[in-house]
């Protein structure tokens, strides 16, 4: 069974950066596009950026411009970095796998925070 565990999330101003990180067990990681999720209270949750195994990417209207999705398939690793960060950027982040049929159970996601 592959988890998935992430991290980097925090409470960070109007207009600053953040970097979180998804690290996965299993080799799976490495042949299926992941992305970024994310839920903030009282609503659904919603994808906010995708990679490939190849590298493309692609991001919500939302994000574009902001938030950059990497990965490294040598690590099991992805990451979000998320710049110009905006209140209404506040929500758990989860990562997961974005076919439907291969994703697993969700992790504990990890809170950004935007506030003065």
């Known amino acids: 069974q592959v988890q998935l565990v992430e991290s980097g999330g925090g409470l960070v101003q109007p207009g600053g950066s953040l970097r979180l990180s998804c690290a996965a067990s299993?080799?799976?990681?490495?042949?299926?596009?992941m992305g970024w999720y994310r839920q903030a209270p009282g609503e659904q949750r919603d994808l906010v950026a995708a990679?490939?195994?190849?590298?493309?990417?692609n991001y919500a209207d939302s994000v574009k411009g902001r938030f950059t999705i990497s990965r490294d398939n040598v690590k099991n690793t992805m990451y979000l970095q998320m710049n110009s960060l905006k209140p209404e950027d506040t929500a758990v982040y989860y990562c997961?796998?974005?076919?439907?049929?291969?994703?697993?159970?969700w992790g504990q996601g990890t809170q950004v925070t935007v506030s003065s």
């Open positions: 990679i490939t195994t190849g590298g493309g990417t």
């Open positions: 997961n796998f974005v076919s439907t049929r291969y994703q697993v159970d």
């Open positions: 299993g080799n799976i990681f490495r042949i299926l596009t």
